[in-house]
C-alpha cells in the first residue's frame, strides 16, 4: 500500500497534501462538520476571512496579490462532501474511518471504498491556492458547499449577497481537456408500494439471492455506459420465476444512493422444499444468460443462493398480490438513458436511475433519480413514474428539484478558460454539457449574473468503490486553474 508520504511528493505537491489531509478525515454527506472544522482552523491560523453560513457553506476569502486588485473576484467553488460506497467485503465506516489512498501507475485510487476525488481535487486544488504566497490572482473567494451529494443542500441554501464575484469555477468536473458551460438538473423520486403480510407457511424453507460484482458508478456521467443496476436485474429473475419456484418474499433490498447506479441487491424468501434444486438451476441458467449479454461491462457479475438458518427463518412473507404487484411494478420502471441529446451530440438528455430499493414495515420504497438537460424531459419521466405507481396502487412524492445550468455560448470565462487551454497544451478542449448535477444551476437563482464556467481532471468511476483520479490530469487541471486566474480581466470602470 502506497503511503501518504508518497501521495504527497505528486505534483503538484500542495494540492496533494490537502488531499491527503481531506482523505484523512472522515467527510460522506452530512457528515462534513470535522473536515469543515479542520479548514475553517486552518484558514483563521493564515489570517483569512470565514464565513460560515446557515445551512453550513464555508466561504473563505483572500486578497488579491500584488497588482492585481483591479481584477474582477472570481469564487473557486467545490463541495465539502464524498460519496459513502464500498465493496460488500471492505470493513469500513465512513463517518470515522479515513481513506486509504493509493498509487496504481498514473491512477489514485482507494482501497475498497470510493476515493472522493469527487470533488476532494477540486476542494483541494482551491485550498491550496488559499494557502499559497507565489500564485498571482486577483480577489479571490473560496466556496466550499455541504451535502451536494444527497440532496444539494447547500447549493440551495446560499443566500444572495454572500458572494461578492463576478465569476464562477465550479471544479466538480470529471474529464480533463473538456469545459462544461452547462448540466443537467434533476429530482428524487420515491415511490412507495404498502404491503400486506401473511405467516410463512409451514414446511417451506428458506433462501436469499444476490447480485453482486457489478461496477456501479455515478448516476449521471456513467449512466450511458449500459451497466447492470442490480435492483432491476433481481426483478428481472423474479418477475420470470417467482411464480414457477413458489417463492413468497420476506424482503427485497438493493442500492444504497439514488445516485449510484446499484452494484448489488438481494431479496429474502421462502418457497417449497421439493423445489431447492430448480432454483439453484434458475439461479444458474439466469447467471449465464447475464453474463453473455453484459460480459463487456460487468464481467465480475455474479449470483448466489445463500439458505437461511434457522435463527434467521422469517416468520412472514408478502402476499401474492402485493408481492406480484411489487414485482412487476421494478421490472416495469424505466431505467437508464430515457434520450440522447439532439442539441449536443454524445450527451444523455434524460435518464433514470432506480437507486434504492428498501422493505419496511408496511411499506416497499424504491427511490430513483430522474435527470434531464431540459425541464420537459424530466417531466415525461416524472409523469411515466406517476402512472406506473397509479396502476401498481402506490404513492409516489418527488423532493429536491433543482434547475439545470442553461448553457452559455457568449460566456466571458468560457472564452478564457479555452484559448487559455489552447495556449498551454496547444490543442482545442472540448466545449461540454455534462449529464450530472453541479451546482451551478442553483447558484443562478440568486446570483443571476455570474459568469460560471466547470474544469477539472480526469476521474474515472465516481460514486463505486472503482473510483481513480488520473494523477497526470490532476497536474494539468492545476496548471490550467492558475493559468486562468493570472488572465482574469479588470473589472469594468
Known sequence: MTTTSSINQLFPQPLWQWFSQICAIPHPSKHEAALSAHIQSWAKERGLSVIVDHVGNLIIRKPATAGMEDRKTVVIQAHLDMVPQKNADKVHDFVTDPIQPWIDGDWVKANGTTLGSDNGIGMSSALAI??????????????????????????????????????????????????????????????????????????????????????????????????????????????????????????L????????????????????????????????????????????????????????????????????????????????????????????????????????????????????MIRSLIDSGRENIESTLQSLSDLAGASIAFTGCYPGWKPDTSSPVMAIVKNTYESIYQKEPTIMVIHAGLECGLFKKHYPDLDMVSIGPTIRFPHGPDEMVNITTVGQFWTLLLAVLERIPAKAA
Not at 447480485?211 to 451497466?227: A, E, Q
Not at 430448480?278 to 461491462?297: P, W
Open 130 to 251: 488559499l494557502g499559497s504566497d507565489d500564485i498571482r490572482h486577483g480577489p479571490l473567494e473560496v466556496l466550499l458547499t455541504v451535502d451536494e451529494e444527497a440532496g444539494m443542500t447547500g447549493a440551495f441554501g446560499l443566500q444572495a449577497g454572500m458572494l461578492d464575484a463576478e465569476i464562477l469555477i465550479n471544479t466538480d468536473s470529471e474529464q480533463e481537456g473538456e469545459i462544461y458551460m452547462g448540466c443537467a438538473g434533476g429530482v428524487d423520486a420515491e415511490i412507495s408500494l404498502p404491503l400486506q403480510w401473511q405467516a410463512a407457511q409451514a414446511g417451506h424453507i428458506a433462501f436469499t439471492l444476490s447480485i453482486s460484482g457489478l461496477k456501479g458508478g455515478h448516476s449521471g456521467v456513467n449512466i450511458h455506459l449500459g451497466r447492470g443496476n442490480a435492483n432491476k436485474l433481481l426483478a428481472r429473475f423474479l418477475a420470470g420465476h417467482a411464480s414457477e419456484l413458489g417463492l413468497a418474499l420476506s424482503e
Open 253 to 368: 433490498k438493493g442500492g444504497s444512493l439514488r445516485n449510484a447506479i446499484p452494484r448489488e441487491a438481494q431479496c429474502s424468501f421462502t418457497m417449497p422444499a421439493d423445489k431447492a434444486d430448480l432454483l439453484q438451476q434458475r439461479v444458474m441458467q439466469y447467471q449465464d444468460i447475464l453474463q453473455k449479454e453484459l460480459a463487456k461491462v460487468e464481467p465480475a457479475l455474479k449470483l448466489s443462493v445463500t439458505p437461511s438458518t434457522t435463527q434467521t427463518m422469517p416468520l412472514r412473507t408478502m402476499q401474492a398480490n402485493t408481492q406480484k404487484m411489487l414485482v412487476n411494478l421494478i421490472n416495469s420502471c424505466p431505467n437508464g438513458v430515457i434520450r440522447m441529446s439532439d442539441e449536443i451530440i454524445g450527451v444523455t438528455e434524460s435518464s433514470l436511475n432506480v437507486g434504492v430499493i428498501s422493505t419496511l414495515d408496511d411499506s416497499v420504497s424504491i427511490v430513483c
